[in-house]
């Protein structure tokens, strides 16, 4: 794994020979401090998966089952709190607002807007 190459890994971690991966003695893949970015998808894959928005505990749960990292359960915290789906479904029914009626068609329109960028692979 090139984020492991590219750190110094902790004294407690120990190089694995079958898959060249830096584990600690449980066997949990260790992921470096520095490696923000593979720690958010870690989350995303724990959170948004197979896990389906089921809360911190449960996330970290997931998580901490395969992986090692300073500081994870903040971070997991950090992510599951700003999670949208779960604020807008976790929080209570909503306030019903005001119905909007209309007296002559295409009166009132709705748009959804989407985007997606480019992927690394530039396919479609």
């Not at 190459?5 to 971690?13: G, N």
């Not at 948004?48 to 809360?55: D, L, Q, T, V």
């Not at 749960?61 to 789906?85: P, T």
Request: glycine fraction near 6%.
């Amino acid at each position: 794994m090139a984020v492991q190459d590219a750190a110094s890994a902790p004294s407690e971690m120990t190089k694995c020979n079958e898959d060249g991966l830096w584990k600690d003695a449980r066997g949990k893949i260790w992921i470096p401090d520095d490696a923000t970015d593979l720690q958010v998808r870690i989350c995303v894959v724990g959170h948004f998966g197979i896990a389906g928005h089921r809360g911190m505990t449960l996330t970290l749960q997931q998580i901490s089952e395969r992986f090692v990292w300073a500081d994870m359960k903040s971070d997991v915290e950090f992510f599951v709190q700003r999670c949208l789906h779960c604020a807008s479904t976790l929080s209570g029914q909503r306030q019903l607002e005001e119905a909007l009626h209309t007296d002559h068609l295409n009166e009132l329109i709705h748009w959804d807007f989407l985007f997606m960028e480019e992927s690394d692979t530039k396919q479609e």
